[in-house]
Each structure stands twice: as C-alpha cells, then as structure tokens.
C-alpha cells in the first residue's frame, strides 16, 4: 500500500524557522564573498536568491492567510 503525502502547506511557518532560513541565507552570501572559486562563489549567491524567493513566498501564504482569518 502506497504512502499517502503529508499536507505541510495549510500550516502557518514559525518564525524561528524564517530565521533560520534568513541565517543560511547570510551564511551563503558571507561564503560567497570570502571565496576565491569564482563558479562556486555565484552557486552560493544563487542558493542565497532562491533562499530569499522561498521566505517571500512563505511570509505572502501567511500574510494571506492572516488577511482571511
């Protein structure tokens, strides 16, 4: 019998997980930075963009979901 997939989208995202999202995110910039391998230093800045899109996502479900309520 088959799995079923865990609905994890209608819960609201702790803040303490944002910060820690937000903390890579700075982790990966500073890395970045600190590197001189040119084509790893612009994966950390990517993982850093993508890092960012997935907390304004995340911040935009809660605030429409605080907007509903």
Request: aromatic share 2%.
């Amino acid at each position: 019998m088959a799995k079923r997939a865990r609905r994890h989208y209608g819960n609201p995202v702790p803040d303490d997980v944002i910060a820690n999202i937000r903390a890579r995110i700075a982790q990966c910039r500073r890395l970045a930075d600190l590197i001189t391998d040119e084509r790893t230093a612009a994966i950390l800045r990517q993982m850093a963009e993508e890092g960012e899109a997935d907390v304004r996502r995340l911040e935009a479900k809660q605030h429409g979901r605080d907007q509903q309520a």
